[in-house]
């Protein structure tokens, strides 16, 4: 089966705090994602990467970096925290072209 | 960018019914998924369907992709059925999955 695994469920920082969050795939997929969920807005897309140190901006990348050092980990980072980054994160892979996406847990961030 | 529709926002259903759920988006497509969020937050792949038609069990997808819509049918729906059903498009030549804002359903015994 194929794991996706996010590194934490349930987090709070304080606002202007660094905040990493990590994901792990196990099925050397090339494609990995990040995605925000809020309520009445659906899945926003945050950033995507194909391929080791590439990457690409989704529709809300503002105030999120990311980083793709090996194939199977792809990190979000929050610079500065900031109370509407208040969320739940999403981490997903897939392989190219074929595109099946799957999910890992989610991570709920509160920024206080 | 690709705008996706998703009909209805809200659906409420007794057990054994059947139902329909749609997904419209607004430019050609390579890839279209269908995925159910549980009430516990995690979301499954259903269905990965560009074109044609699938059957998993009570559940069947089909895509027109020339017209631009997708169908999720339920058949026999169950109250483990409950949840928030998402269309997911990836445009062109791209990769990127955009979703739907999604269906809720909910299945009373």
């Known amino acids: 089966d194929v794991k996706v695994t996010q590194s934490s469920r349930y987090l709070v920082k304080r606002t202007g705090e660094k905040v990493f969050l990590e994901c792990v795939q196990d099925m050397d997929h090339e494609n990995m994602f990040w995605y925000r969920q809020d309520p009445g807005l659906g899945l926003r897309l945050i950033y995507f990467s194909y391929d080791v140190k590439m990457k690409e901006k989704g529709d809300i990348p503002e105030g999120y970096s990311v980083s793709r050092e090996k194939k199977e980990r792809f990190s979000l980072i929050l610079e500065s925290a900031s109370t509407n980054q208040t969320s739940m994160y999403l981490c997903?892979?897939?392989?190219?072209?074929?595109?099946?996406?799957?999910f890992g847990e989610g991570s709920r961030l509160t920024v206080l | 960018g690709i705008q996706v529709e998703q009909s209805p926002p809200d659906l409420i259903l007794q057990e054994g019914a059947n139902s329909t759920l749609r997904c419209n988006f607004s430019?050609?497509?390579?890839?279209l998924q269908w995925f159910h969020q549980n009430p516990w937050g995690q979301l499954i792949n259903l269905f990965y369907i560009p074109s044609g038609t699938k059957q998993n069990g009570r559940l069947s997808a089909t895509t027109v992709a020339t017209e631009r819509y997708s169908l999720l049918y339920i058949s026999s729906s169950q109250t483990t059925d409950s949840g928030v059903y998402f269309c997911a498009v990836a445009p062109g030549d791209t990769d990127k999955l955009i979703f739907g804002t999604g269906t809720r359903l909910q299945v009373f015994p």
């Open positions: 430019d050609s497509v390579n890839n």
């Open positions: 997903a892979s897939s392989f190219r072209n074929t595109g099946e996406l799957f």
